[in-house]
């Protein structure tokens, strides 16, 4: 499994635990949904995986190993409200920059507007935004994209418009998807293999 997270607990602040034991993990090219009740631990585990929190216990191996660090992070994580995941001072180019992920290809594939890139974030709708923070997720170098109820605010067209960019951007790339969801329909529809969270 090249990115697995071993036997991983979570605990926010000395608290109860979130996860405890748990084990997960994607191949390299497959799409894997990953559903459960609200307050499972769906998110903390997102974050665990793409290194944005540190477990309590076990461990996130990518390869076998460690995620390495210096490098932009091959396990980049997409969250459900994107106005939380970028800079509000910011003009969006600048954003894509930064993360060197202004690949022209993928902000076509994406249907971004290059007019769009001259604005702030509240200058954009949201499924607007969505698609940046995603451009910037698949940006060079990513091998996992972590999913966490990316299209959820979205309308249904501009949620299949989405996912359908970014599903064939992820075949021609090698990139593997893990898609985490309330929504057990989008779910099946999209995924290889479906992963039962139980609280
Ligand atoms: N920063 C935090 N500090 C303390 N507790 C937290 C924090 N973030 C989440 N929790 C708690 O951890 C548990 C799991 O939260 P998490 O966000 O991972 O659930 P989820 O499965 O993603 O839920 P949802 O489907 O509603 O998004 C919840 O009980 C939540 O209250
Ligand atoms: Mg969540």
Redesign the pocket.
Known sequence: MPLEGKSLGYR??K??W??QHMNVGVEAGEIVGLV????????????LLAGHLQPTEGHVLLDGGPIPSGVRNPVQLVL?HPEQAVNPKWKLGRTLAESGTMDDNLLTELAIEEEWLNRYPSELSGGELQRICVARALGSGTRYLIA??MTTMLDAITQAQIWQSVLKWAERNHTSILV?S?ERQLVNRLCNRVVE?MR
């Not at 459960?36 to 974050?47: I, R």
Request: glycine share 16%; charged share 20%.
């Open positions: 926010y602040n608290g109860k979130v996860l459960g009740p609200s307050g499972c631990g769906k998110s903390t585990l997102a974050k459900q966490d109820e985490i309330h969270f």
